[in-house]
């Protein structure tokens, strides 16, 4: 079965850091941009971050710029969102999901979602 599956979420303090893996299973990682996509309650979906296929292109929304970075290791098959600074807002369930090679802001693009992983991030 061709899938992509999030884990690493949990409940942290606020300043405090998580990373979430995104792991492939059924396909290679080699040939897919990977983006990151959160949904609080109550709102809608948002695009956090993609990486491009061979990591050489990354972008981030602005409201996590310069505190998230999204790194991949194709030989693990695995993608990472690393999240630090972490604040209330940022509490939200997370996606990882897939496309061919290069990011794009359109959600519809992607193939392959996970079913999601909980950040909350609350004292």
């Known amino acids: 079965q061709l899938q992509v599956v999030e884990s690493g979420g949990g409940l942290v303090q606020p300043g405090g850091s998580l990373r979430l893996s995104c792991a492939a299973s059924g396909f290679t990682l080699d040939f897919y941009a990977i983006g990151w996509f959160r949904q609080a309650p109550g709102k809608e979906r948002e695009g956090v971050s993609c990486i491009s296929n061979r990591g050489s292109s990354t972008n981030y929304a602005d409201s996590v710029k310069g505190r998230f970075t999204s790194s991949r290791d194709n030989a693990k098959n695995t993608v990472y969102l690393q999240m630090n600074s972490l604040k209330p807002e940022d509490t939200a369930v997370y996606y990882c999901?897939?496309?061919?090679?290069?990011?794009?802001?359109?959600?519809?693009?992607?193939?392959?979602w996970g079913q999601g992983t909980q950040v909350t991030v609350s004292s």
């Open positions: 999901a897939a496309r061919s090679y290069f990011c794009s802001g359109d959600p519809g693009s992607y193939v392959y």
